[in-house]
């Protein structure tokens, strides 16, 4: 029987630890890229509708 650490050893060592390794690697600046601008987009929406509900309340504190 292996121990853990010659388990991670072999893991490392296979072809499908390494095509994650370098896909993960490419696409991690994409991912966090779209994070941010998804964030933004959120910040946005929700700054409209507090607006709007500020406006539909005639000024008054939400």
């Given amino acids: 029987?292996?121990?853990?650490r010659?388990?991670?050893e072999q893991i490392k060592k296979?072809?499908?630890f390494r095509i994650w390794s370098v896909a993960f690697t490419i696409f991690y600046p994409?991912?966090?890229l779209?994070?941010?601008i998804f964030t933004g987009?959120?910040?946005l929406f929700s700054?409209?509708?507090r607006g709007l509900v500020w406006v539909l309340k005639g000024?008054?504190?939400i």
């Fill in 34 to 36: 779209f994070t941010w």
């Fill in 59 to 61: 000024g008054r504190s």
């Fill in 41 to 43: 987009i959120v910040l």
């Fill in 14 to 16: 296979s072809l499908g």
């Fill in 1 to 4: 029987m292996l121990s853990r």
């Fill in 47 to 49: 700054g409209l509708s």
């Fill in 30 to 32: 994409v991912i966090s």
């Fill in 6 to 8: 010659q388990e991670r």
